[in-house]
């Protein structure tokens, strides 16, 4: 793992550890939201990611976020604000730039970035007020300043958190400092946007013939601007090579997906792009199990076989499904049964920074032994269930069991464990009872037919 650097610039690889496993399927790209056409301009010279303009201000965060089929891509990993902003404490300089760590609204409410954007930086990591208005003066900032104890102020940043975090979207704030504490903003300057967040040219230089000495007010202010812009899309773009683990948080969780998979098949695979889409989730990890504690038989095909087969399983998912899915053969290369509790504890030692962003897949059925399970309390100390209906279980019997399983355990949330998604018939038995008598079960993907026929898998060979 290459050690991390401090350098707005710098790039980080995705990580490849024993837990993590390799990549099958690469999250979508985020999407860079700018309020003025200047800075999506300026980023489109410096960075590669999709981007747009939103105009100025809180209510065209609103409606960007309700007009959302119109993004350039539909279903970003993360969304990132990136824009200038200005300066309300005298330590910040103009056209430094910032990672946004906390962003205030003007009545003291908070939000706290959940990106852990560990290795990578920009000057500073700053806390940001969003004001309703242009602030003008240095007064204005200094009170400003005074009330919110905030670094940066500018007019979007809380509302576009706030937007995000309600789309189920992970997100960060970059800002460059276009005018300090000290510094007057020419009253004019208030006239130069258009409701898009372009600029009015004719009215700019409207502006300066009235008032020639205006032109030299705004030379130092556009070129604070472009040296902001142009180190903060750098640091913008760098979070697009952040690994989609560093995008995991409590509410953007990492997901386990532990079984057999002997053999996987498409329900399995359509099951975990629909908990994803549930719980926002950026990652999920599928680890097929060496030996399940719970089951008096050990899988048919071997470790390699089923390894390869989640492969072809899991790779081809559907545009809907944004995060990353990675594959692991840790509980595969582990000796003894494959207790999940091992396997987070182990996930965590290699990334502590994960610690409450884990949750890992359990049918409904599963979930009622899950008091027989190795160190069942440890488990649920360091990760959080995400309960999948199985049927013929109806949604309200599995609602009552993790009412009672929570009152009599002292899990107050166990309720919200249960995913709402449709209850789903996962047979691993029928497909190989079918291939058995010699049939190819529908549920089984092209890509993993090939597998089972090319290895004679469950009988295939002796019946063909």
């Known amino acids: 793992m290459p050690s991390p650097t401090s350098t707005s610039s710098s790039h980080v690889f995705a990580r490849e550890t024993a837990a993590l496993g390799t990549l099958l399927r690469t999250a979508a790209p985020p999407l860079v939201m700018c309020p003025l056409g200047f800075e999506r301009h300026t980023f489109t010279r410096f960075g590669k990611l999709p981007s747009m303009t939103t105009g100025v201000g809180a209510d065209n965060i609103r409606d960007a976020f309700a007009q959302r ?23 910040v300089r103009a056209g430094s730039d910032h990672l946004v760590r906390e962003v205030r609204a003007i009545d003291g409410r908070t939000l706290r970035s959940p990106l852990l954007a560990r290795g990578i930086s920009s000057e500073q990591e700053s806390t940001i007020v969003e004001s309703p208005t242009v602030m003008h003066c240095v007064t204005q900032k200094r009170e400003l300043h005074e009330a919110s104890r905030a670094q940066l102020v500018d007019m979007e940043s809380f509302t576009f958190a706030q937007c995000a975090i309600d789309a189920g979207l992970p997100w960060a704030v970059v800002r460059g400092v276009s005018d300090d504490a000290t510094h007057t903003l020419p009253a004019e300057c208030a006239g130069f946007l258009d409701a898009r967040g372009e600029t009015r040219i004719a009215r700019v230089l409207a502006s300066i013939i009235r008032r020639p000495r205006l032109a030299l007010e705004l030379v130092p202010l556009a070129r604070n601007a472009r040296r902001a812009m142009r180190h903060a899309s750098f640091t913008a773009d760098a979070l697009g090579c952040l690994d989609a683990t560093s995008r995991c948080s409590a509410q953007n969780p990492l997901l386990l997906y532990g079984g057999s998979f002997d053999p996987p098949h498409t329900r399995h695979a359509t099951m975990l792009e629909e908990a994803m889409f549930a719980l926002h989730a950026p990652c999920a990890i599928v680890m097929p199990t060496a030996i399940n504690p719970l089951k008096s038989d050990t899988p048919r095909a071997d470790a390699s076989a089923r390894l390869a087969m989640c492969a072809a399983n899991f ?15 840790l509980e595969l290369t582990r000796e003894g049964p494959s207790y999940t509790v091992d396997t987070v504890q182990q996930l965590l030692n290699e990334c502590p920074e994960l610690k409450g962003a884990l949750r890992f897949l359990v049918g409904s059925d599963a979930m009622r032994e899950l008091t027989r399970w190795h160190r069942w309390r440890d488990l649920l100390m ?40 449709d209850a789903i018939e996962v047979s691993s038995t029928h ?34």
């Open 315 to 329: 790779s081809h998912t559907s545009a809907s499904c944004a995060g990353e899915i990675r594959l692991s053969a």
């Open 431 to 464: 497909a190989r009872e079918s291939i058995a008598r010699g049939e190819r079960p529908s549920e089984i993907a092209d890509e993993v037919w090939r597998e089972i026929s090319r290895r004679g898998l469950y009988g295939f060979v002796a019946t063909h």
């Open 382 to 421: 360091l990760a959080t269930p995400a309960v999948v209906l199985r049927a013929p279980e109806t949604r309200d019997a599995a609602m009552a069991f993790l009412g009672e399983f929570g009152r009599e355990n002292g899990f107050a949330d166990s309720t919200s464990w249960l995913l709402p998604l």
């Open 69 to 91: 089929h119109r993004w350039p891509i539909t279903d970003p990993s993360m969304v990132i604000l990136l824009g200038t902003c200005g300066a309300l404490s005298r330590e």
